[in-house]
């Protein structure tokens, strides 16, 4: 059983930043790519983040200078930075992480439960 958990979040003010951070435990052989999505109401999740093992990473057109996603692969760990917030990045946050479990050639992806990021005065 693999678990993702994650913390951070809340309100902030348009202009501030917050963090998250998501922890992967449980029967772990690898974790290969770590993600963060979003998902605002009446919208479909995007993908916001993405790092590889390796620290390769790509963003979402629209956060790009504002987020950065970072890892820990001794603690399996992804998180996000996240600054100059605006209102319209307002959404749900789900981290999510491609694991294997009994064997190297196979991966699922796992997810995490959300964390809720309200940008607004």
């Known amino acids: 059983q693999v678990q993702l958990v994650e913390s951070g979040g809340g309100l902030v003010q348009p202009g501030g930043s917050l963090s998250l951070s998501c922890a992967a435990s449980?029967?772990?052989?690898?974790?290969?790519?770590m993600s963060w999505y979003r998902q605002a109401p009446g919208k479909q999740r995007e993908l916001v983040a993405k790092?590889?093992?390796?620290?390769?990473?790509n963003y979402l057109d629209s956060v790009k200078g504002r987020f950065t996603i970072s890892r820990d692969n001794t603690k399996n760990t992804v998180y996000l930075q996240m600054n100059s917030l605006k209102p319209e990045d307002t959404a749900e946050y789900y981290c999510?992480?491609?694991?294997?479990?009994?064997?190297?050639?196979?991966?699922?992806?796992?997810w995490g439960q959300g964390a809720q990021v309200t940008v607004s005065s």
């Open positions: 790092i590889t093992r390796g620290a390769i990473t």
């Open positions: 449980g029967r772990i052989l690898r974790v290969n790519d």
């Open positions: 999510a992480a491609d694991v294997s479990i009994f064997s190297l050639s196979v991966f699922s992806k796992y």
